[in-house]
């Protein structure tokens, strides 16, 4: 490779990294794709430029592929795992192509690339079994507060809710606890699928959970978790939930302090339904109250 060709890519790299040190505050989805596509074509220009393939450069596909995975194994997301190994067998692909030993050279590194999807999803799998909840299949706290963690650091407005399931006590009282487990798994489940993907549902312990959705649209969509009766091995039930919600919007990064906060809204909202209650017909609730 010459050295004007070499200049001329490390140029591009180092735009790259300026574009996204300057957007990277305030980008969206579009700055991971960029960097993907960027990368793309300069893995491949790179094949193609340093000996298709006999270049000792096609190592970088495989580094490549291991930090994407390792960023994204964080959600155990095996479609993005697939992805990514369909891209890096085109990467090569299209890096060696040209070269007289072109289909050996792809057989090889298509076999090497399958050992590695089988490997990553094999240690996906345990890591994202250590993140869920046993019972529910939620995110537990450890992880849950991590997940928060990352996007408390984003840096982008959204609403979190504490949510305390009422009368959970009775229910393991009168039904026994196995139905009880049947409720919280129907709860985790409804929450789960009342947010968006990107959303965090966790279970802080008990009957208790945390979720994040959209600014001004979480309440909306709590409410529809416990507007309809659950079904249980000992038939419908309905269920009702104590929930505070604020909104993050990047005043702080302590997630302590975050948590302090809805859960001093749970409370509030349960002794304002307590004091109201007694003074209201059963079939009005008020705020806070779903």
């Not at 995975?69 to 692909?93: E, K, P, S």
């Not at 409804?190 to 001004?216: H, N, Y």
């Not at 919007?249 to 007694?278: C, P, Q």
């Amino acid at each position: 490779m010459s050295w004007p060709v070499y200049l001329f890519l490390t140029g591009i790299a180092f735009f790259q990294y300026v574009l996204v040190w300057y957007f990277s505050p305030r980008a969206g989805v579009w700055l991971d794709w960029f960097n993907l596509v960027v990368d793309v074509c300069m893995t491949i220009a790179l094949l193609q430029m340093s000996g298709r393939s006999e270049s000792p450069l096609a190592v970088l596909v495989y580094i490549w592929m291991f930090a994407m995975v390792t960023v994204n194994g964080r959600r155990g997301n095996n479609q993005a795992l697939y992805f990514l190994a369909a891209l890096g067998i085109l990467v090569l692909a299209t890096g060696s192509l040209g070269a007289e030993d072109w289909l050996s050279f792809m057989s090889i590194h298509t076999m090497g690339i399958s050992l590695f999807v089988f490997t990553s999803m094999t240690l996906m799998d345990e890591r994202r079994s250590n993140q869920l909840d046993p019972l529910t299949g939620v995110l537990n706290r450890r992880a849950g507060l991590e997940r928060l963690s990352e996007k408390v650091q984003q840096g982008r407005s959204f609403d979190i809710a504490y949510i305390d399931l009422k009368g959970f006590k009775t229910i393991n009282d009168t039904y026994g606890h196995a139905v009880g487990d049947e409720v919280l798994c129907g709860l985790a489940g409804r929450l789960a699928g009342s947010v968006r993907a990107g959303d965090i549902v966790m279970r802080l312990g008990g009957d208790e959970f945390l979720v994040t959705g959209p600014t001004g649209d979480l309440a909306a969509r709590l409410k529809r978790v416990f507007r309809s009766p659950l079904r249980t091995s000992s038939g419908m039930m309905n269920i009702a939930g104590d929930v505070g919600i604020v909104n993050w919007k990047g005043e702080t990064a302590d997630i302590e302090a975050l948590l302090g906060r809805a859960d001093s809204e749970m409370y509030r909202m349960k002794h304002a339904v307590n004091r109201v209650d007694s003074r209201l017909p059963k079939e009005m609730s008020p705020r806070g109250s779903y």
